[in-house]
């Protein structure tokens, strides 16, 4: 089906309009649309973004619109290192910079949870460099739960060479940490 | 080498390499979106901040190697025409939105094109790697090299519960997607494309058209990606990618099969039909070209077409966009002059495999 407005693209949104009891359908393209004013979306349409600004303003407004209203500058949180404020964040729904993470950490959970299929904890890639540790205390805590298993099924000879490696690893840690500390 | 390398061929000469299952996966992708730990990002940033971050990558890295990917290639996009930038785009060496950014934007490509790091888009820093058919798992492991290989010198922002800090809170955690590029005709000719889509969005994978978000599937290409990238590892996420793709993979193969058998005839009609308009055709808008590139392909994959080669669709489909059109003509183009000029380079290309 062509667009009715300009005939030349295929029509692919299709309005019901009801004015006064009187129903008209429009069949129009995207493009004609946006002219006559049928869609009121910003420039890039529907996007991921504006989805999520969605999610995050039903997140601070749990009490009903008349809570919205109240929220005013005081009591909004502000990133001391980019100045990014948390309403302001909601808008565009993007982060200033890396201490926003931190600014707004107690309202991120239940965004992080809705993105990503009830997930707020990174389980991939820690960095080489900066990860110092991390990599090594990582691997301890799963070696521990390892051990912990073990010794509950009393597979005793499998916990022996699992404790053995906990305390290799734990070396590591320590020498690591004294060697930072010079 | 210079810019106009990139711009010369519409096909990376990584695509000419064969992949695992490349009758129906064109490429696997990975992108890590990374930031400087000590800079606002992009979306917030001070230009002189940006422009620091883009010297700091001229200085540091244009020119230089990593394992196969040679003599990288630094490109500013502010030094790029609006044509130029298309093709890149075509050629999804850069993406859209890099593309539209002036000030600080910038990318560096290998020489095989197969790795693309952009500057200052919506992250500091986007590493992007190609590999021809299916090979999650190879890309994976060297787009993690070429990561290691960049923290050397750069300090991330990364935190241990939330993982990579991203400006976006859809990429946070590994910052990685990935993704595969595939053929599905024989799919979308029986419409099972539609009705396998919700099942996989529900794995938290995402379905989309070739250039990306938003962007319809021409020639039956779509593009296959994790959605999700927090919670769970980077190998974790392309297992789950990898086993959606294979089951695609194959369906795809039994719809083609049974298409063959219980319609042999259309469908060699259809894909002949097609040849003839792409081999006869003196204006041709893109779509009907994607249409009809799609089915040659589809031709060839099933043997029905021989001695054309399989990258026709490829390579045709970034020939015949605007951008490369118009790169081509070294002019701006109508779209009337630009159906012309696609069915003639369409002509010569098939002419030129005979």
Redesign the interface.
Known sequence: MECQECHQRPATLHYTQVINGHKTEVQICEVCAKEKGYMTYPE??Y???NL?TGLFNFESNPMGASHGTTFNKENDLQCP????TFTEFKQ???????EC??TFASN?NP??RR?????????????????GN?HLKKQLSSLKDELQNLIMNEEFEQAAVVRDKIKEIEQQIDQKEKGDAR | MTLEHFMNEAISPWMREEGPDNDIVLSSRIRLARNFADMPFPIIADQKDLEKIREFFQIEYEHTSFQDYKDLEFVSIRDLTAIEKSVLVEKHLISPLLAKKEGAAATLISENEQVSIMINEEDHIRIQLYFPGLQLTKALTKALELDDWLEEKVSYAFDETRGFLTSCPTNVGTGMRASVMMHLPALAMTKQINRMMPAINQLGLVVRGIYGEGSEALGNLFQISNQITLGKTEEHIIEDLESVVQQLIGHERKARNRILEQSGIELEDRIYRSLGVLEYSRIIESKEAARCLSNVRLGIDLGIIKNVSRNILNELMVLTQPGFLQYFAKKTLTANERDILRASLIRERLQFEK
Do not use: A
Not at chain 1, 81 to 84: D, E, H, V, Y
Not at chain 1, 92 to 98: A, H, L
């Open positions: 890039e349409g996007s991921l973004h999520l290192k980019c100045g990014l565009i729904g993007k982060f200033g910079c890396g993470y931190h991120l965004i992080f993105v990503h299929s009830g997930n707020t904890e990174h389980r991939g890639k820690i960095p080489k460099r900066i990860g991390l």
